[in-house]
């Protein structure tokens, strides 16, 4: 078997898929939407006055995904769109009180995935990890 540390990139991607379909499916079962509008709405919640430019640069999205995300988000009742006061050209995101209800119903799943977690990596490994992975979501090559 290789070192594993050769394998680093491989195993981030495989790891990154495994959490992200199973977090999606237990997110879909608990409030109907994905880790992706998850996190939309988290960062829209605390994000007063938030763009879809700056939701863009929040999650790490290209522009065109967070259009088609807002959309989806808008069209499900989920977000509200309104006049930027400044810019004339932009709107603001705000949630609504059925996104409000969504992350409400989704609280207890993240909570549980993030319990499982900690159990399997231990307290300081899930530390630890955590902060790994905000470096490397960081990292400017």
Do not use: K, Y
């Not at 898929?17 to 879909?28: E, G, P, S, V």
């Not at 999650?59 to 930027?84: C, K």
Request: aromatic content about 4%; some cysteine.
């Amino acid at each position: 078997m290789p070192d594993p540390d050769q394998r680093l990139f491989f195993l981030l991607q495989r790891a990154a898929h495994r959490l992200r379909t199973t977090a999606d499916r237990r997110c879909l079962d608990a409030a109907g939407i994905t880790t992706a509008q998850l996190a939309a709405l988290f960062a829209i919640r605390d994000g007063s006055g938030l763009t879809q430019r700056r939701l863009a640069d929040t999650l790490g999205l290209r522009e065109s995904a967070v259009t088609a995300l807002v959309r989806r988000l808008t069209e499900a009742g989920l977000i509200a769109r309104r006049a930027h006061p400044s810019e004339h050209r932009a709107v603001v995101l705000e949630l609504t009180g059925a996104g409000d209800d969504a992350l409400r119903a989704a609280r207890p799943a993240v909570d549980r995935f993030n319990a499982e977690l900690r159990a399997l990596l231990g307290d300081d490994g899930f530390t630890r990890t955590a902060a790994a992975l905000h470096r490397l979501a960081h990292w400017e090559p």
